[in-house]
């Protein structure tokens, strides 16, 4: 098992309003990682009412979710949820119900919506392992979580895996921000572009180190010259004044 994730730069919601409701739909054969928790009624509960009591939920179930109870002396009746019901809970929050519940009428939930949370959170985590691999060089990852740019990028890398995920071509949109976020990424990396907002790990202020020609080395004769140099201490590549190259001195 990977080490969980700190941070998650980007929320599931995020992920979500980058590709819809389509975008997001499980597979066919993802069904079967579906939940398939039995919801039973623990008390009658009468028409028009907008609490049902059942047996402790195994699994969460999202609002809007319509569970069709039957059994038990009623009919198929089905029952949306007005409000999320978490693992646990002994009291569903319904819309007005049409008809009365009786007590040990059961429902089938799906999961189908618990499962596709599951697909959503690990396309966040993908995300932002991909924004820390480029930027976490520079800077920490308690601000990475601040910053809207890492927001920006870890949504269009995590939409982009889960498009593919679903075994289709992502379209060009999609294909574009990842790409877009991919590019900005690596200039940060390289300490050509700052995110916005938040500090490096460490000094912020001008870094440079100047090289010599040394011709005593057959080798590896470009050598910095540390009394010119940039002293403070990066955790990062430092950016190279390449013009010393063309110094006449030599360096003995």
């Known amino acids: ?9 980007c929320s599931p919601q995020d992920v979500y309003d980058s590709l819809g409701a389509e975008g997001t739909d499980l597979l066919l054969d993802d069904r079967n990682e579906a939940t398939g928790q039995k919801v039973v009624a623990t008390q009658t509960a009468a028409l028009n009412a907008t609490t049902l009591p ?15 109870f039957a059994g038990s002396g009623s009919d198929q009746i089905g029952v949306t949820l ?28 799906s999961g189908a919506n618990v499962a596709a949370a599951r697909r959503l959170v690990k396309a966040c985590q993908y995300g932002t392992s991909e924004v820390k691999f480029y930027c976490c060089t520079r800077y920490d990852d308690s601000q990475l979580v601040l ?25 060009k ?25 938040i500090g490096t790990r460490t000094s912020g202020w001008p870094y440079m180190s100047n090289i010599d020609v040394d011709v005593r080395y057959e080798l590896g004769k470009v050598r910095v010259i540390p009394v010119l140099s940039e002293g403070t ?14 110094y006449t001195g030599y360096t003995w």
Do not use: K
Request: proline share 5%; net charge neutral.
């Open 1 to 9: 098992m990977p080490v969980p994730l700190p941070n998650l730069y």
């Open 54 to 68: 059942i047996q402790a939920l195994t699994f969460p179930i999202l609002a809007g979710s319509t569970l069709q």
């Open 82 to 109: 007005s409000s999320v019901a978490r693992t646990g809970d002994t009291t569903l929050t319904v819309n007005p119900l049409s008809a009365q519940v009786n007590a040990l009428a059961s429902a089938i939930d």
């Open 147 to 171: 910053a809207w740019s890492c927001n920006r990028w870890a949504t269009a890398l995590g939409a982009r895996w889960l498009a593919r995920r679903r075994r289709q071509s992502a379209s």
């Open 173 to 197: 949109g999609i294909e574009a921000d990842a790409e877009h976020a991919l590019e900005q990424m690596l200039m940060v990396s390289t300490g050509a572009r700052s995110i916005e907002d």
């Open 233 to 246: 201490p990066t955790q990062y590549a430092q950016l190279i004044d390449f013009n010393s190259i063309f």
